[in-house]
């Protein structure tokens, strides 16, 4: 990587098969047309050695770990629980073995987990984000990464919400907060 660059790392949030694939209630409906731009997003990180980063959502089979807002759905159909299908990180982005993967309790990539330790420890001071979906996990990852200071890219055409408008309307607010939203191919162009 260029050494003028800002050192960088991308995460990549709860592209898990529950939340891609239809048939759970978490499923979003934007995630699997993401699936291109993140693999190229991916790849070109790996290229200029960006680390890469899978943020994974996890809960108990017994319930005890879900959020009072999303209880009364797991109860009836179970999602992201370890050990199942649908807690997997989809085939298409299946982490490479110098990869990392964090487990978060919530909805943002730093509440109650290691991840600040490792970025700063790398020495990373942008995060671009990718994955889904916006008006949380996105959405909440993006407030405490500038909250602890560092510097965001949300790369737009690798983030999903179950509709545009969900979309468009999060993307102004995260601009707002200070974040800079951009596509893959803008964020490409800067790293030649």
């Given at each position: 990587?260029?050494e003028?660059?800002?050192?960088?790392?991308?995460?990549?949030?709860?592209?898990?098969?529950?939340?891609?694939?239809?048939?759970?209630?978490?499923?979003?409906?934007?995630?699997?047309?993401?699936?291109?731009?993140?693999?190229?997003?991916?790849?070109?990180?790996?290229?200029?050695?960006?680390?890469?980063?899978?943020?994974?959502?996890?809960?108990?089979?017994?319930?005890?770990?879900?959020?009072?807002?999303?209880?009364?759905?797991?109860?009836?159909?179970?999602?992201?629980v370890?050990?199942t299908?649908?807690?997997?990180?989809?085939?298409?982005?299946?982490p490479?073995?110098?990869?990392?993967?964090?487990?978060?309790?919530?909805?943002?990539?730093?509440?109650?987990?290691?991840?600040?330790?490792?970025?700063?420890?790398?020495?990373?001071?942008?995060?671009?984000?990718?994955g889904?979906q916006?008006?949380?996990?996105?959405?909440?990852?993006?407030?405490?990464a500038?909250?602890?200071?560092?510097?965001?890219?949300?790369?737009?055409?690798?983030?999903?919400?179950?509709?545009?408008?969900?979309?468009a309307?999060?993307?102004?607010?995260?601009?707002?907060?200070?974040?800079?939203?951009?596509?893959?191919?803008?964020?490409?162009?800067?790293?030649?």
């Amino acid at each position: 990587m260029n050494e003028q660059k800002t050192a960088q790392a991308l995460l990549i949030i709860d592209m898990q098969n529950d939340f891609v694939h239809p048939g759970t209630p978490v499923h979003v409906a934007g995630a699997a047309a993401t699936v291109p731009v993140i693999r190229k997003l991916r790849e070109s990180c790996r290229k200029y050695a960006v680390p890469v980063f899978h943020i994974i959502r996890s809960y108990s089979a017994d319930g005890l770990t879900v959020e009072r807002t999303r209880l009364a759905d797991f109860r009836h159909t179970p999602f992201v629980v370890p050990g199942t299908h649908g807690a997997e990180i989809i085939g298409e982005l299946t982490p490479e073995a110098d990869e990392k993967t964090v487990i978060k309790p919530r909805y943002s990539a730093f509440f109650q987990t290691n991840l600040d330790l490792m970025l700063k420890r790398l020495g990373v001071e942008r995060v671009l984000v990718s994955g889904t979906q916006y008006p949380n996990c996105i959405r909440a990852t993006v407030t405490d990464a500038l909250s602890l200071d560092y510097a965001v890219s949300v790369i737009t055409d690798a983030c999903s919400a179950k509709t545009e408008a969900v979309a468009a309307a999060n993307i102004l607010d995260m601009r707002n907060l200070g974040a800079e939203c951009i596509t893959f191919a803008e964020w490409e162009s800067r790293q030649r």
